[in-house]
């Protein structure tokens, strides 16, 4: 498998361009759409999406990868004009929950049936659980919550993320994404508190 083009050095037209085709996907899912069909839409030609990657595979994986990097940075904005750990907290998951809400179902589908892609979800769906355990840690290190074990804790955020991901939550439950994430962080931090 070749690698993915990297994005990291972008050009505001290849920027845009990546935008332009999350938004695309988080609409309409991918597995269904042609090359031609992506170039169609994005109004663009074939030859411009090979630029930004080498095949289809390629180009979703590189945007399902744009997306988490767009809204990691989001979500971390948010957190640092956050106060308090189980604020804190809060508002980490509900960010996430916020920046996962723009997801259709179809989106959600595909993403859970292409393995590339379900790799980068896989992967992020662990940063943020790490990202959790930290903060549960400096909350229980400022004696805002009870000694706890936030691995455990960031565990079953992490197994919550992928039921999510996956639908689980929505189909049984039928909570969206985004109240999903807003339970969850209530439920945590209600659960670890003083």
Do not use: W
């Amino acid at each position: 498998m070749q690698q993915t083009r990297d994005i990291s050095f972008a050009t505001p037209r290849r920027t845009e361009l990546f935008d332009d085709l999350v938004d695309l996907f988080l609409g309409a899912g991918f597995r269904h759409l042609t090359l031609d069909e992506i170039a169609r839409r994005l109004k663009c030609s074939k030859s411009t999406l090979y630029t930004l990657a080498g095949s289809k595979e390629q180009l979703v994986r590189a945007a399902t990868v744009h997306f988490f990097r767009r809204n990691t940075q989001i979500v971390e904005d948010r957190l640092a004009s956050t106060a308090g750990s189980r604020e804190r907290i809060s508002a980490y998951l509900s960010a996430v929950g916020h920046a996962l809400s723009t997801a259709s179902a179809d989106f959600m589908s595909d993403l859970d049936t292409f393995p590339p892609a379900r790799e980068v979800y896989e992967q992020n769906s662990r940063i943020a659980a790490r990202r959790v355990q930290e903060l549960i840690d400096e909350g229980v290190a400022k004696g805002d919550f009870r000694h706890v074990n936030a691995a455990f804790a960031a565990d079953l955020v992490s197994t919550m993320m992928v039921r999510i991901q996956q639908g689980a939550v929505r189909d049984q439950i039928g909570l969206d994404d985004a109240s999903a994430y807003r339970e969850l962080a209530s439920i945590l931090t209600a659960g670890i508190g003083l």
